[in-house]
Nanobody, 123 residues
Framework: QVQLVESGGGLVQAGGSLRLSCVADGRTFANYDMGWFRQAPGKEREFVAAIRLSETTYYTEYTDSVKGRFTISRDNAKNTVYLQMNTLKPEDTGVYYC??????????????WGQGTQVTVSS
């Protein structure tokens, strides 16, 4: 069973920061790449960031709109993936979902998802 639990969302003013967390079960975290997607009101779900393991090196990928502002990372000891979000903008508002699969990228549709956490950025 794949278990993904997000937390850390909330209401912040534009220019502020939030750090989202996603705790996975150990088997999932050990065997899959991880990523973050979001869905804004009235829009379809979109890719935000991914962290992938190739051999012994982790690589990250971001959608253009968050490059330089968001950072994805993982803590293997805690089975947790993070999304540090800085310089938040109102257009970052949406429900953020943690995702896991053997391949997570801008073009992927991961098989496993968390329940989502709401991020609201006010002007």
């Amino acid at each position: 069973q794949v278990q993904l639990v997000e937390s850390g969302g909330g209401l912040v003013q534009a220019g502020g920061s939030l750090r989202l967390s996603c705790v996975a079960d150990g088997r999932t975290f050990a065997n899959y790449d991880m990523g973050w997607f979001r869905q804004a009101p009235g829009k379809e779900r979109e890719f935000v960031a991914a962290i992938r393991l190739s051999e012994t090196t982790y690589y990250t990928e971001y959608t253009d709109s968050v490059k330089g502002r968001f950072t994805i990372s993982r803590d293997n000891a805690k089975n947790t993936v993070y999304l540090q979000m800085n310089t938040l903008k109102p257009e970052d508002t949406g429900v953020y979902y943690c995702a896991a699969d053997s391949w997570v990228s801008r073009t992927s549709t991961p098989r496993y998802w968390g329940q989502g956490t709401q991020v609201t950025v006010s002007s």
